[in-house]
């Protein structure tokens, strides 16, 4: 057995093949001229357009300050999660266009949005809001009605007589 292989770099000179690297290839921060990082985040039927910046923590959705648009704590609370687990509260400011579904459904793409753009932001923080499945579209909608039923699963009150 002495022609056995050791090392990558023998296995290469034999075979003619390049190996893939061992290190993984380091993400780019992705930011405009501005110093910003752009995201579109989903949740239901609302799909939210964020653009976050380094600042003071000011938080603004269409125009209005979160505090106003978002009365309800629990739904402020959705928007803070995502610094929180990234461990940058305060840091970012975030500027946010909501169409489309209900103040839940809203704050839910708020939340995707941010937790996209700070990972393009800062590609460290990726890990840390991957693990705690920001990153990942909730993908659950509203089930379509059916023909032939009163709702999407209920069906009419049936009648023996």
Known sequence: MADQINTLEELSAVTGVETVAEEAVAREPVRDELGRSYATGKRKDAVARVW?????????????????????????????????????????????????GGLTGQAGAVKHGISKALQLYDPNLRGALKAAGFLTRDSRVVERKKYGKRKARRSFQFSKR
């Open 52 to 100: 976050i910046k380094p600042g003071s923590g000011k938080v603004t959705v269409n125009g209005k300050d979160q505090d106003v648009y978002f009365a309800r704590p629990v739904l402020q609370l959705i928007l803070r999660q995502p610094f929180q687990v990234a461990g940058v509260e305060g840091e970012f400011d975030v500027v946010a266009t909501v169409k489309g």
